[in-house]
């Protein structure tokens, strides 16, 4: 399994940063590679899942402190399940849509509106301890589904999962830049927030969530700035 102690600060420091730039610089790429063409490697990453089950379940159970056979069932074969919703709803769902004219005033009846989905740049995703591989895979294969990069902060001992995952995303053709692994430490989120990524998705409790967000709002604020 692979090894999640965490490096000096100097170190994380330069690690994260160095995620951050090389997620940024390929992230525009990668949002304008057309739609089909990031499906497909969805696609073949479902298909590689499927092959690689048992080597995705114990790296998930051993996170987990939980047998295989739970693994097998609650992370991985929910996770291809949902890479393969993305493969067939996502031209639908990231179209153009048109908005009606009901309701609008007067002056506004001749304009025309439309809401585009487009893709925000670098996704910080902060994983769970307790389901390691299903929750942020699944939001790891949305970000990149809609033209994002992703950096990914793994619960406590969720590296292994989370690697695994990602390197059959590489094996299946998608840049390694736009998805890469930091450290397990609160340091390498709170360093990768600093660093100004464009979102966070975090699964966990309320008190986590209110400081990420303060962090993430100091950010900004001093992005703005």
Not at 183 to 207: D, M, N, R
Request: charged share 15%; proline share 6%.
């Amino acid at each position: 399994h692979l090894s999640a102690t965490p490096p000096p600060a100097d170190s994380l420091n330069a690690v994260v940063h160095a995620a951050c730039l090389t997620a940024r610089h390929a992230q525009p790429g990668w949002a304008a590679t057309i739609l089909s063409a990031r499906l497909e490697i969805l696609a073949r990453t479902r298909a590689l899942i499927a092959t690689h089950a048992e080597h995705l379940a114990t790296a998930s159970a051993f996170a987990r402190q939980r047998p295989m056979a739970e693994s097998l069932t609650a992370d991985v074969v929910p996770l291809a399940d949902a890479c393969r919703f993305i493969e067939r709803e996502a031209a639908r769902l990231l179209a153009p849509r048109q908005l009606g004219r009901r309701g609008r005033p007067l002056w506004l009846g001749g304009v025309r509106t439309e809401i585009h989905r487009d893709p925000l740049g670098v996704v910080l995703i902060i994983a769970p301890a307790n389901y390691p591989l299903f929750l942020p895979g699944v939001q790891i294969l949305q970000a990149l589904a809609t033209g994002n990069a992703v950096l990914i902060k793994p619960g406590h001992h969720g590296t292994a999962a989370a690697q695994t995952l990602v390197n059959l995303l590489h094996h299946a053709g998608l840049d390694h830049r736009l998805a890469q692994i930091l450290p397990e430490s609160t340091a390498a989120a709170q360093l990768a927030i600093a660093a100004g990524v464009a979102k966070v998705f975090l699964t966990g409790s309320a008190a986590t969530g209110a400081a990420v967000l303060a962090d993430f709002s100091r950010s900004c604020a001093a992005g703005a700035g």
